[in-house]
């Protein structure tokens, strides 16, 4: 008869025992996933259509973002500047971040960038010269360009290339 309860017990323990651990393992994944609130593992980087975002890296170190950027919008830029704002800043009534657009040559500056062409390596400042190893922050990219067209320069022009998050390394 004693034999019967430990048999049911051991039972009872082993069942209970296997549900927590897979609470416990799918608990860890939501959590390393970023959606119970912790950040997120990865860097990301989400174009908008015509452009293109990848080998993105937000350095520790220096504070900034080093990303290949590219656009296929028909338009050949010319002084073209790029920025990071940072996600919640303030916008002007046609939507274009207010720092920037008070501000439109003072991004870092890629130059000529050809529709169908890349820039690689580009510097973007993100923050102060150094930030903690696993900081993460979010925002957009955005280019501020002029066009030429016929001996005219034309602009400036604001574009949100990508939708970025981002986890120092």
Do not use: R
């Not at 066009?147 to 939708?163: C, D, E, H, I």
């Amino acid at each position: 008869m004693n034999n019967m309860k430990l048999q049911s017990a051991m039972e009872y323990l082993m069942t209970y025992g296997w549900a927590i651990l897979i609470i416990a393992v799918v608990m860890v994944a939501l959590f390393s996933l970023g959606i119970l609130g912790g950040s997120p593992l990865t860097t990301t980087c989400l174009p908008q259509s015509g452009y293109q975002c990848s080998g993105v890296v937000y350095s520790h170190t220096s504070g900034n973002v080093v990303a290949t950027i590219g656009q296929t919008t028909g338009n050949n830029w010319a002084s073209a500047n790029v920025y990071f704002v940072p996600q919640g800043t303030s916008t002007t009534g046609a939507g274009v971040p207010s720092s920037i657009s008070n501000n439109p040559t003072g991004g870092n500056v890629i130059g000529t960038l050809n529709s169908g062409a890349t820039a690689t390596s580009i510097d973007i400042p993100v923050s102060a010269p150094s930030t903690a190893a696993g900081t993460s922050t979010s925002g957009q990219l955005w280019a501020v360009y002029y066009v030429t067209s016929g001996g005219t320069t034309q602009g400036p022009y604001y574009s949100q290339l990508a939708t970025v998050t981002l986890k120092a390394v």
